[in-house]
């Protein structure tokens, strides 16, 4: 079968390799749809940790076609999204609940082969049915998703509220539409180029804001007279945090979730955050909302096509992933 496969840092080339086995504990899944996520970037430019070779790709759904003996409530044909992080289920954290913190983490298309390819192998414990017609393009968003409702959690936004996002990528987009059905009554994007901001405000948004043309801190402020109830950093550059903190009223939540590469510093000023007790909250991966992601998307209750830029083969992929995203994509999807 084919299979994107980064080889080295820097590094990444489509094979022919062999077609996996299904192991007794797993499902053999036939790719359908399988999104290219600003992470991959990261890791094709060694920004975050990533086992080398591998292929690639951890946000995908697709056909189960072989389903090992010990599998427990799989038949074959279903239609599955697949939550690609396997927490070890033993370790401090896992007995704590905080899986994503898991001591042993491994993760399908980082540290094992994932959905860049013609077909995966899974734990089917990893699996999550998705209804039969759905299209396989919104059953790839269910990962990234998962990850933006671990970080809407955390945001604890309240009906009334304000939010601001920084970053008008898909992530960004995403929250936009999760903020609106939290309640929240002033959803503003930050962002530069313009017609994720046009996006953005056709997705719910109230104010999108260039923060290139205006000092964006003074805006939100203005708007929300006083600061944003919560923040949500998207963007994963130094810039976005500063900002974002400053962004924030007194007493409210800033949430980190853009990836910043790894050993990055970023100077901030505690005092500000001690007199102003804005409480940052990181949130990391998805602990227990792949299932919830994949039931909002097969419910219809988000927008997805508006966020696909474009379709792609696997031949595509390694340019995609080693080259800076183009002015307006948001979301490029691979169909093997």
Not at 69 to 79: A, C, K, P, S, Y
Not at 98 to 105: D, G, H
Not at 186 to 199: A, E, N
Not at 321 to 332: F, N, R, T, W, Y
């Amino acid at each position: 079968m084919k299979a994107v496969r980064l080889e080295s840092i820097a590094s990444m080339t489509m094979r022919s390799v062999e077609k996996p086995s299904a192991r007794p504990d797993e499902l053999l899944v036939r790719v359908l749809a399988a999104g290219i996520c600003g992470s991959d970037r990261h890791m094709y430019k060694g920004e975050y940790p990533t086992a080398i070779p591998v292929t690639m790709g951890h946000e995908f759904c697709g056909i189960v076609e072989v389903v090992g003996e010990e599998v427990i409530g799989f038949t074959g044909g279903e239609l599955v999204t697949v939550d690609p992080n396997i927490a070890c289920g033993r370790c401090h954290a896992c007995a704590r609940g905080r899986v994503n913190l898991c001591e042993s983490l491994t993760a399908i298309g980082v540290t094992r082969d994932g959905g860049f390819a013609e077909y995966v192998a899974v734990p089917y414990r990893q699996a999550f049915t998705l209804p039969a017609d759905l299209n396989s393009v919104h059953g790839a968003f269910c990962e990234p998703l998962a990850c933006c409702l671990h970080a809407i959690d955390k945001a604890e936004i309240r009906a009334g509220e304000s939010v601001a996002i920084l970053g008008g990528g898909v992530i960004g987009l995403l929250m936009v539409q999760l903020a609106r059905l939290a309640g929240a009554s002033q959803v503003i994007l930050i962002t530069r180029q313009l017609s994720r901001r046009q996006t953005a405000l056709h997705l719910g948004a109230t104010h999108a804001f260039d923060p290139t043309a205006s000092d964006a801190v003074a805006a939100v402020r203005d708007v929300t007279h006083g600061g944003a109830d919560v923040v949500i950093e998207c963007a994963g550059v130094p810039e976005t945090l500063q900002t974002g903190l400053r962004m924030a009223r007194r007493g409210g939540n800033f949430v980190l979730f853009g990836v910043t590469p790894r050993g990055v510093e970023v100077p901030v000023l505690p005092f500000d955050l001690l007199v102003n007790e804005v409480d940052i909250r990181p949130a990391y991966l998805n602990p227990f909302t792949h299932s919830r992601a994949a039931a909002l998307v097969a419910s219809g209750a988000l927008e997805l096509d508006i966020l696909v830029t474009k379709t792609i083969g696997l031949e595509e992929v390694a340019e995609v992933v080693g080259s800076a995203p183009l002015p307006g994509e948001i979301k490029v999807i691979v169909r093997p």
